[in-house]
């Protein structure tokens, strides 16, 4: 497979049924290549996994560990997990250009809000921006307003927020 841009990778893990899966294999030279508008997850010459790097996706890494989260369907979300073995920072940089990975580091913890509705969003980002909290943040990946019209097109997009509002009124707000 003659490939412009590859890099290895190992502990390739796929989520099933709640739980991390890790692959299982004879010869493991693990690979992921880009060709094209594809990103191939690659075991020596055989194609595990082709992955549409024009739909929903995104990376979420810590450390040298790359989370990749895909949205296949109405429902359905694919999640695969690996170690990048070398140039952590170039191959970060090169799957940016293609698709939003941000690090699992970079999420705010400081405060929690409450929205009512989007209204409520739209106002509380247009005061950020005004103010100087914006300024002491990271920037934005340069492709970050493509991902959050994904989410917002994405019909189980309400879900998750009622999940996620569930979790931080649980988790969250009762441990403070």
Wanted: hydrophobic letters at 35%.
């Amino acid at each position: 497979m003659n490939q412009s841009w590859w890099i290895p990778i190992d502990k390739l893990t796929y989520w099933r049924a709640g739980t991390w899966v890790r692959y299982e294999a004879k010869s493991y030279n693990l690979s992921l290549r880009i060709h094209c508008d594809q990103l191939l997850l690659t075991n020596n010459n055989k194609i595990l996994e082709s992955l549409n790097m024009n739909g929903k996706m995104k990376g979420i890494y810590k450390g040298d560990v790359l989370i990749l989260i895909l949205s296949t369907g109405p429902q359905e979300i694919r999640k695969i997990k690996f170690q990048l073995k070398l140039h952590v920072d170039q191959c970060l940089q090169k799957l940016g250009e293609r698709f939003l990975v941000v690090s699992h580091n970079s999420s705010s913890k400081n405060a929690v809000e409450r929205y009512r509705n989007i209204e409520d969003v739209f106002q509380n980002v247009i005061e950020e921006c005004g103010s100087n909290k914006m300024s002491s943040s990271l920037p934005l990946p340069s492709n970050f307003s493509n991902f959050v019209k994904l989410c917002l097109l994405d019909p189980a997009f309400p879900s998750y927020v009622q999940e996620t509002r569930k979790i931080i009124e649980t988790e969250i707000l009762k441990k403070t």
